[in-house]
Nanobody
Framework: QVQVVESGGGLVPPGESLTLSCAASGVTGNQWTFAWFRQAPGKEREGVSCFRNSDKSTTYSQSVRGRFTISRESGQTMVRLRMNNLKPEDTAVYYC????????????????????WGQGTQVTVSS
């Protein structure tokens, strides 16, 4: 059984940085994909970034491209999301999801592609 655990959320002022971590247990082999999603109060869930381990491909939503970076922790089934130049509109609960296989990058930010989710970590950007 796959278990997903996020960590690293917190309160930061605008313009600052924060790094989220996502660790998955029960994942086997090389063909798996991680993704980060977020949901702000009163808004729909939004796909933020995904990492496809088979070829190390990544993708980002337009709202975070150029500010966020997803990367894999070497030797571990873990990814990090480095978030730079944070804005108040980045405030949300951030969720990590994992799935086996290598979905198309054009589809990997769709939440219905994933069966394994973490509990979420709160990120608040405020002065």
């Amino acid at each position: 059984q796959v278990q997903v655990v996020e960590s690293g959320g917190g309160l930061v002022p605008p313009g600052e940085s924060l790094t989220l971590s996502c660790a998955a247990s029960g994942v086997t082999g090389n063909q798996w994909t991680f993704a980060w999603f977020r949901q702000a109060p009163g808004k729909e869930r939004e796909g933020v970034s995904c990492f496809r381990n088979s070829d190390k491909s990544t993708t980002y939503s337009q709202s975070v491209r150029g500010r966020f970076t997803i990367s894999r922790e070497s030797g571990q089934t873990m990814v990090r999301l480095r978030m730079n130049n944070l804005k108040p509109e980045d405030t949300a609960v951030y969720y990590c999801a994992v799935r086996p296989g290598r979905p198309a990058l054009s589809a990997c930010l769709s939440g219905n592609m994933y069966d394994n989710w973490g509990q979420g970590t709160q990120v608040t950007v405020s002065s």
